[in-house]
T-cell receptor
Framework: AQSVAQPEDQVKVAEGNPLTVKCTYS??????LFWYVQYPNRGLQFLLK??????LVKGSYGFEAEFNKSQTSFHLKKPSALVSDSALYFC????????????FGGGTRVLVKP | ETGVTQTPRHLVMGMTNKKSLKCEQH?????MYWYKQSAKKPLELMFV???????ENNSVPSRFSPECPNSSHLFLHLHTLQPEDSALYLC???????????FGPGTRLTVL
């Protein structure tokens, strides 16, 4: 079975400071990892994915994530957070044997203070 | 918004009502999904359809009945729901392979 853990329910940062949202996963075989963001009253929007290749993945809105196989982690980062980054962030994983079934973490609410 | 639309956006229904949620994708994808998002639980996958065929039913109660008449449309028929079924229901679609899913805005369902 595959699973995702987002250990922090909420992350608070000041605008302009670095933002990190943590994610660890468990999956059989090679992991396919995704980050999504959800704004109020909206569906999920895709930010970035890791399939293979370079461990540092760059995505939308200045976000990036680093795949660490030994630590089974895929933390989301942004060097300088904006107030508009305040939202709910989800990490998701798909294992090779799971077909197109995504398993999501519980979500981390990010609050960026002016 | 992405190319996935959902109607209605909000729905209030009694426990004895029958209603349907509709999802439409304009992205040419072959896979479609229903998820349930409630306040206290992470996203729960309900159903998966590939090329109009149901390939996943995640132990969903029979009061939820999906229908996929073609690769662009997905329905979720609801009957005799319970108050605990109140949630945001999200539809998503994706191409085949290990690609990201594209989500609709969701239907906020309240069961009285």
């Amino acid at each position: 079975a595959q699973s995702v853990a987002q250990p922090e329910d909420q992350v608070k940062v000041a605008e302009g400071n670095p933002l990190t949202v943590k994610c660890t996963y468990s999956v059989s075989g090679n992991p396919y990892l995704f980050w999504y963001v959800q704004y109020p009253n909206r569906g999920l929007q895709f930010l970035l994915k890791y399939i293979t290749g370079d461990n540092l993945v760059k995505g939308s809105y200045g976000f990036e994530a680093e795949f660490n196989k030994s630590q089974t982690s895929f933390h989301l980062k942004k060097p300088s957070a904006l107030v508009s980054d305040s939202a709910l962030y989800f990490c998701a994983v798909r294992g090779g044997a799971a077909g197109n079934k995504l398993t999501f973490g519980g979500g981390t609410r990010v609050l960026v203070k002016p | 918004e992405t190319g996935v639309t959902q109607t209605p956006r909000h729905l209030v229904m009694g426990m004895t009502n029958k209603k349907s949620l509709k999802c439409e994708q304009h992205l040419g994808h072959n896979a479609m999904y229903w998820y349930k998002q409630s306040a206290k639980k992470p996203l729960e996958l309900m159903f998966v359809y590939n090329f109009k065929e149901q390939t996943e039913n995640n132990s969903v109660p029979s009061r939820f009945s999906p229908e996929c008449p073609n690769s662009s449309h997905l329905f979720l028929h609801l009957h005799t729901l319970q108050p605990e079924d109140s949630a945001l229901y999200l539809c998503a679609s994706s191409p085949q392979g290990f690609n990201e899913q594209f989500f609709g805005p969701g239907t906020r369902l309240t069961v009285l």
